[in-house]
């Protein structure tokens, strides 16, 4: 997959689009089993769950993440959430900020959902400077 | 009368009966909603939600400082003028709005009155959100040239020399109303209160919410007292018409802002920014959730402030109004642009997109509403309302009686 240069929220990294997948995998089994979602791409996968159960439309929610795979990359990538609902062409009206909670453990704050419909999870690791694998998740909220 | 004759006449009536209850069920047909359609209406619940407390606010909750704001609701020595108080344009039987396109306070001012009923619900206050609490937005009011015109002195020297009052305020605050250089700390107490008493103003269960709570457990008998009407114009709010994606939830509001399509021209030439000058306003403000002027731990309940994104779409989007009540509150938008629901309808079936942003919402189309389903929405609307609302009478309070040591020389 070719990199593309990125405009968002890490100017002047690199982006590599990797979309989201349902493959299950031991990533983030000490997350939530029944909230937990996983993202894939590139040999990345990021297991998701809210910390308070389940994502409710117009209700403020965090995220705890973990990120697996791809042992080469020395360090702690640095990650970024975001979300959209593709069908309406908008994003949220809040913007998440993430923190590192431990070794490839990250805390999501700040998100959300404003509207029932299909939202779209976009997470960005930066695994080298300059250089962000987008995962991203689907998801239907009711 | 024989057993043999009882039975047959009490036969002859269950026969009247059903036929009565045919004749009926042809005439109006009964609403098949999808399982679709009843998960979405049950999301309109349940109703009334638990009671909830103005953020920030120490006061809010508590009797005695509901109390006070009630009186200081009315009272409008407040103002400058001395004639305006906040139930000038918050008028109980209005639901707490003002049937004006424009609210009036000193001057005539741009945006319409929002009702208060449920306001302790909502998550941004004023049409634009620029207040993240109820008491912050009680401030703005106060002291607009526009609206009462108050200054933090006169506020305190108001309260200060009213025994009543001040004997009120201490009872809620712990401390006499100060004035002079303490006014500020007067006038944020003032607001407290006021946001208390707005936080106390929650209506009951609605003909709608009947309905909704029949549906959930199966009782056809009550699910049929709600008219046909309403129960076709439930299922164009929660199918064709996509109202739900923004009117959503117990209180039929998101709790957000959206550019709806309508003109945001204050005057010829004039803009009102809405939510994008909300935001900035916000931020700004020394009384936001942030600031030093908020009570206790504001962690959770500032999430909001701290995470609230400026955007470019932001310009022209105005807050999605609760739908409770509505039937009460017309004129209708940001500035009162519409003066019935079924103008607003109208606006929704002929939806014009030239006027929505590029960047904005592309969930809203012209519904092209039929005359009848017009007006089986309208019919659908009118009944989210509580009629005792309109009844609210405010609570009569016995003079207050200061604590020992106020006596005490």
Known sequence: MKPTRRTGRLPGALLVWAMGASAQAACGEQLTAHDRLLAEGSGWQVAFAPRSGAIRVGQPFALDLIVCGNGATAGVPRVQVDADMPAHKHGMNYRPVVTSSGERSYLAEGLMFHMPGRWRFLIDIETAPGLVVRLSREIELQ | ???????????????????????????????????????????????????????????????????????????????????????????????????????????????????????????????????????????????????????????????????????????????????????????????????????????????????????????????????????????????????????????????????????????????????????????ESPYNLLGRFADGDTRADSVKTRHVDLQHRNFGEFKIPSLRNVANTAPYMHDGQFATLQAVLRHYSELNLERLHGDGETLLRPLRLSPGESADLAAFLRTLSDPRAQQWQAVRLQPCKPPAEQLSP
């Open chain 2, 1 to 283: 009368m024989s057993a043999a004759t009882g039975q047959l006449r009490s036969g002859w009536c269950a026969v009247l009966l059903l036929v009565l209850v045919s004749a009926e069920a042809q005439a109006t047909p009964p609403i098949r909603f999808s399982s679709d359609e009843l998960r979405r209406i049950q999301a309109h619940g349940p109703w009334p939600l638990a009671p909830a407390r103005d953020p920030g606010n120490a006061a809010s909750g508590k009797a005695q400082a509901i109390a006070l704001g009630q009186k200081l609701f009315f009272d409008a020595r407040l103002s400058a003028s001395g004639q305006i108080a906040c139930a000038t344009c918050h008028v109980p039987a209005l639901a707490f709005s003002d049937g004006k396109p424009r609210a009036g306070g000193v001057a005539t001012l741009d945006r319409n009155t929002p009702s208060l009923w449920n306001v302790v619900y909502q998550r941004w206050y004023g049409w634009d959100g620029a207040s993240d609490s109820l008491w912050s937005q009680a401030l703005r009011p106060l002291r607009d040239a526009r609206e009462m015109a108050g200054t933090a002195e006169h506020i305190a020297i108001t309260v200060a020399s009213d025994a009543d009052l001040s004997c009120r305020y201490r009872q809620v605050f712990g401390s006499a109303p100060q004035t002079g250089a303490a006014a500020q700390t007067t006038l944020i107490g003032v607001a407290k209160a006021l946001g208390a008493f707005s936080a106390s103003l929650r209506s009951a269960p609605t003909a709608f919410d009947q309905f909704r709570d029949a549906l959930a457990r199966g009782d056809r008998v009550e699910q049929a007292r709600y008219p046909i009407a309403a129960q076709r114009g439930l299922q164009l709010f929660v199918g064709k018409g996509q109202c739900a994606n923004c009117h959503v939830g117990p209180m039929f509001s998101n709790g957000e802002f959206g550019d709806i399509g309508v003109s945001f021209f204050v005057r010829p030439g004039v803009v009102d920014p809405g939510r994008h000058a909300g935001i900035v306003a916000l931020r």
